[in-house]
């Protein structure tokens, strides 16, 4: 993928569930399709590929991931996929795919509008490109994040950190329209219920705070954490039940070629 983190498996998945209801919902438009050939872009450990493999057990299934570590703990789940490590920036399939699966990867990459009609430009006609990303970055959890990043102790290391960005939803609409027959978008917003300590934080340790934990050492990280943690309190307060609310919103897009 377009980043250079150190993803930890583990962390990643302590919400798998969470995580992997907008992929389910993004499989469930994609109707009576039968792809032969499927790329997941960004197949992380290998949770989403898997759904594929269950719905097309007879198509040829390529994941593609930058992360080694990821990499690894899908192949010892899924050994008959090809795993192939890449720079989805920079990837190219060598042969026509029918379908183009992405889920929370592309935000990571910068330049949509180059990126996009290049993948487009790889499907089969009438391949699909399927992508759900992250919508969540004017949220509180976001953007206490970048707030706290900007300030005075934190900025040198971290000022020019970046956390993902997408563009708006009509500017998919305007790029894809007159390279495809067809697109969909939509939005929704889930309301994850949390539980645990510090639940919020935890889920953005697994994702989104990875590029700001790289740039600082043991003690700043836990210094920054804390300050982050405390933010994220006043905001995200636990229920009488034990459990937190996090509301997440996430963009979908359909496209056929």
Same mark, same amino acid.
């Given at each position: 993928?377009? *980043?250079?983190?150190?993803?930890?498996?583990?962390? +990643?998945?302590?919400?798998? %569930?969470?995580?992997?209801?907008?992929?389910?919902?993004?499989?469930?438009?994609? @109707?009576? &399709?039968?792809?032969?050939? $499927?790329?997941?872009?960004?197949?992380?450990? @290998?949770?989403? &590929? /898997?759904?594929?493999?269950?719905?097309?057990?007879?198509?040829?299934? =390529? @994941?593609? %991931?930058?992360?080694?570590?990821? #990499?690894?703990?899908?192949?010892?789940?899924?050994?008959? $996929?090809? *795993?192939?490590?890449?720079?989805?920036?920079? *990837?190219?399939?060598?042969?026509? !795919? %029918?379908?183009?699966?992405?889920?929370a990867v592309l935000h990571w990459l910068p330049d949509h509008r180059r990126l996009l009609p290049e993948l487009v430009g790889q499907l089969c006609p009438g391949g699909?490109?399927?992508?759900? $990303? !992250?919508?969540?970055?004017?949220?509180?959890?976001?953007?206490? #994040?970048?707030?706290?990043?900007?300030?005075?102790?934190?900025?040198?290391?971290?000022?020019? =950190? /970046?956390?993902?960005?997408?563009? !708006?939803? &009509?500017? +998919?609409?305007?790029?894809?329209?007159?390279?495809?027959?067809? =697109?969909?978008?939509?939005?929704?917003? +889930?309301?994850?219920?949390?539980?645990?300590? %510090?639940?919020?934080?935890?889920?953005?340790k697994g994702t989104t705070l990875l590029p700001f934990m790289k740039r600082l050492d043991g003690a700043a990280a836990e210094h920054f954490l804390a300050a982050y943690?405390?933010?994220?309190?006043?905001? +995200? /307060?636990?229920?009488?039940? @034990?459990? &937190?609310?996090?509301?997440?919103?996430?963009?979908?897009?359909?496209?056929?070629?």
């Amino acid at each position: 993928m377009g *980043w250079q983190m150190s993803w930890n498996p583990a962390q +990643y998945l302590r919400f798998a %569930d969470a995580r992997l209801r907008p992929a389910l919902d993004l499989l469930a438009r994609l @109707g009576e &399709t039968e792809p032969r050939r $499927i790329v997941d872009l960004g197949c992380g450990a @290998g949770n989403v &590929t /898997r759904l594929l493999a269950e719905r097309w057990p007879a198509a040829e299934i =390529v @994941g593609i %991931d930058s992360d080694a570590a990821m #990499l690894a703990r899908a192949a010892r789940t899924l050994p008959a $996929i090809d *795993w192939q490590r890449a720079d989805i920036a920079a *990837w190219r399939a060598g042969f026509s !795919p %029918d379908l183009l699966f992405s889920n929370a990867v592309l935000h990571w990459l910068p330049d949509h509008r180059r990126l996009l009609p290049e993948l487009v430009g790889q499907l089969c006609p009438g391949g699909v490109l399927a992508v759900q $990303i !992250p919508a969540n970055f004017g949220e509180p959890a976001h953007q206490i #994040l970048r707030q706290l990043a900007g300030e005075a102790q934190w900025n040198d290391a971290l000022g020019s =950190v /970046r956390m993902g960005s997408i563009l !708006p939803p &009509t500017d +998919y609409e305007h790029l894809l329209r007159p390279l495809c027959r067809q =697109v969909e978008l939509w939005e929704t917003t +889930y309301w994850h219920v949390l539980s645990g300590d %510090d639940p919020v934080i935890e889920w953005m340790k697994g994702t989104t705070l990875l590029p700001f934990m790289k740039r600082l050492d043991g003690a700043a990280a836990e210094h920054f954490l804390a300050a982050y943690r405390e933010r994220l309190a006043a905001v +995200y /307060r636990r229920s009488p039940d @034990g459990t &937190t609310l996090f509301p997440f919103k996430r963009l979908f897009f359909v496209a056929q070629r």
